[in-house]
């Protein structure tokens, strides 16, 4: 996994920036009733969403959460007073705090199931009778876009998923949490090139590939082989999906 304090500085920038953000930022907001009350923002990261769910809903108290303490510092310059740093696991807030809360690509971040089933059942629990909770899920098949890139990377070895839809809605439904609502968002900025995938495989963006491993080499040289080096190919489609806490 990256370490999300030395990426913090550059991490906007290599995902796609501001337009990426406001995507998201417009996927999200269509699936949170538009009336006054507290959002949270758990793995809220440099905070370029949280803004701009901020500014969209000025009658929502908007609060962020990051465990990284880098990702944390820049959220906190976007929004001040209204960042903290906390483990999606862990939430440091009373039971039904919170009228909506959101977990954009987190989920597939987490090691295994149980860590994804821990941090839904936080953001349940913090969630009052009546409230939604919204986060992306299947973010790695989401990079597939069937180009001559995903061609040659098809047999790398990758880690098993732990946001697809159906697992995401089956932890969900364990918290008692019902799907109310889905949506899509193009990942801007975010379609990769041929040069561009080679400096990511050199840097360990792929998790199972590190730089020294021989199949690095191997897919380097395939995708060097490529035509269009510098041409971005599609850019990805993000998926979300909300579930409601039933009224109590």
């Given at each position: ?17 501001e ?84 977990s ?21 629990r913090?969630?009052?009778p ?81 730089p ?37």
């Open positions: 996994m990256l370490d999300y304090d030395e990426e913090a500085d550059g991490y906007d920038l290599s995902r796609g920036g337009a990426r953000a406001e995507a998201a930022a417009r996927a999200v907001l269509g699936l949170i009733p538009d009336r006054p009350g507290r959002l949270l923002d758990a793995a809220c990261g440099t905070g370029i969403v949280t803004r701009r769910l901020a500014a969209a809903r000025p009658a929502l108290r908007v609060t962020g959460a990051d465990l990284a303490v880098g990702m944390a510092r820049r959220a906190a310059a976007r929004l001040p007073g209204a960042i903290l740093r906390a483990d999606g696991r862990r939430l440091p807030f009373a039971d039904a705090t919170f009228d909506a809360v959101t954009i690509w987190l989920l597939h971040l987490l090691s295994d199931a149980a860590e994804v089933r821990a941090v839904i059942a936080e953001c349940a913090v969630l009052r009546g409230g939604v909770y919204v986060t992306t899920v299947d973010k790695a098949a989401a990079h597939d876009v069937g180009s001559d890139i995903d061609a040659v990377l098809a047999p790398r070895p990758r880690r098993p998923a732990q946001d697809t839809a159906d697992d995401v809605t089956a932890h969900a439904a364990r918290q008692g949490l019902t799907p109310c609502g889905q949506a899509t968002f193009p990942g801007v900025g975010q379609g990769r090139s041929p040069r561009v995938t080679i400096a990511d495989l050199g840097r360990g963006w792929f998790t199972l590939l590190q020294g491993d021989p199949r690095t080499g191997e897919f380097t040289e395939g995708l060097a082989r490529l035509p269009d080096q510098d041409r971005r190919r599609p850019d990805p489609v993000f998926r979300v999906r909300a579930f409601r806490k039933p009224d109590a």
